[in-house]
């Protein structure tokens, strides 16, 4: 099989021929269709996030299955899938009550771990792959469907965390981004009234094309006061973060209004400040979120497949080309997603 290779951190793609993997007990592989080229698998490629190389990487998924190891059930060949991003036991008190990302005996990414889905066939456990529903042209859209696991996940999930209902003023902070563009579909399909903000003025336009009914360029704004200028003083119900400085997070509980609530996902991780007498009076929630859950994950191809939302891939290469896809991945030059086009 053809495959994108890393060899080291914050090097190019080497484009290999690799022998097919084979399944072993409990594992399928799946000839893959596409798969997402996202900030997170972009971290591993610029040497900001640990693996051991080699390392195929690559996790957003559309594929076939095409052979199936020893004591597999609910897969068969042919079937349409995508893939699941974390490897998970199952068995734990966390995967047992469906919040996979908390699992006790976590053993990594697909695409970290384990090689991913930069290659015309990918082996994994068999109960990382997940059946698409009826009604996706896959084939057609192989690149949309798969970016699916993460870019409308990965929101669905915020949408619950942080108990987003109709009416509700949602701040989505770097708006702009491949997972924020979406949050903003998310949280107009939610209902609620939502504000863009974004230090990338010249995103703003797709951020409002997106579902923002208001746009604050913090590259100019004071965000926290703009904030509560559009909710004449009121504060936002939620503030999401997925730029997570210690500017972002602390611009966002200050313009909480009462009953908000902060979610943060990872981003640049920083520490920050919070008034204990704000979230005292206010009754303030801070709320992490990360990724998604199995079922999480099924809910939003159903979403797509009934036509509710439809994620914005703007940019797709191949394998002898993906090492462009990356340049603008890693200066920011992607609005939504992009993705690789394999099979």
């Avoid at 924020?180 to 399909?189: S, T």
């Avoid at 462009?324 to 086009?341: C, F, M, N, P, S």
Wanted: hydrophobic share 45%; glycine share 12%.
């Amino acid at each position: 099989m053809k495959a994108l290779v890393l060899h080291s951190a914050n090097a190019p793609f080497s484009l290999e021929t690799l022998p097919d993997p084979t399944p072993g007990p409990g594992e399928a592989v799946v000839q893959v269709l596409a798969c997402g080229s996202g900030l997170t698998i972009q971290h591993v490629k610029a040497g900001r996030a640990a693996v051991e190389f080699p390392r195929i990487i690559g996790h957003e998924i559309t594929g076939e299955v095409v052979a199936l190891g020893e004591g597999v059930t609910g897969l068969a060949v042919d079937d349409a899938v995508t893939a699941y991003f974390y490897l998970t036991c199952g068995r734990c008190k966390w995967c047992r009550v469906d919040r996979e990302t908390l699992c006790e005996n976590f053993a990594g990414y697909v695409g970290r771990e384990v090689d991913g889905g930069y290659a015309e066939y990918m082996k994994l456990p068999a109960s990382n792959f997940i059946r698409l529903p009826e009604g996706l042209d896959y084939r057609k859209h192989a690149p949309e469907i798969g970016v699916i696991t993460d870019a409308v996940a990965t929101p669905l999930k915020v949408i619950r965390r942080a108990r987003v209902v109709v009416g509700e003023t949602v701040a989505v902070f770097g708006a702009g981004g491949g997972l924020g563009i979406h949050m903003l579909m998310m949280a107009r399909w939610a209902h609620a009234r939502v504000i863009a903000v974004d230090t990338a003025s010249n995103k703003l336009g797709a951020c409002r094309d997106a579902g923002a009914d208001e746009v604050v360029d913090a590259s100019r704004d004071g965000v926290a006061e703009a904030l509560l200028e559009l909710t004449g003083g009121a504060g936002i119900d939620v503030a999401i973060d997925f730029v997570s400085s210690q500017q972002t997070l602390e611009s966002g509980v200050a313009a909480l209004g009462r009953g908000g609530r902060l979610v943060t996902l990872g981003g640049s991780g920083q520490d920050f400040q919070a008034p204990s007498r704000a979230m005292l009076h206010k009754e303030l929630e801070l709320i992490g979120s990360r990724y998604a859950t199995r079922q999480e994950v099924i809910e939003s191809l159903e979403l797509v497949a009934r036509g509710e939302v439809w994620p914005l891939v703007t940019e797709i290469g191949t394998l002898e080309t993906a090492e462009d896809v990356h340049d603008k991945i890693e200066y920011g030059l992607v609005t939504g997603r992009a993705a690789l086009r394999i099979g």
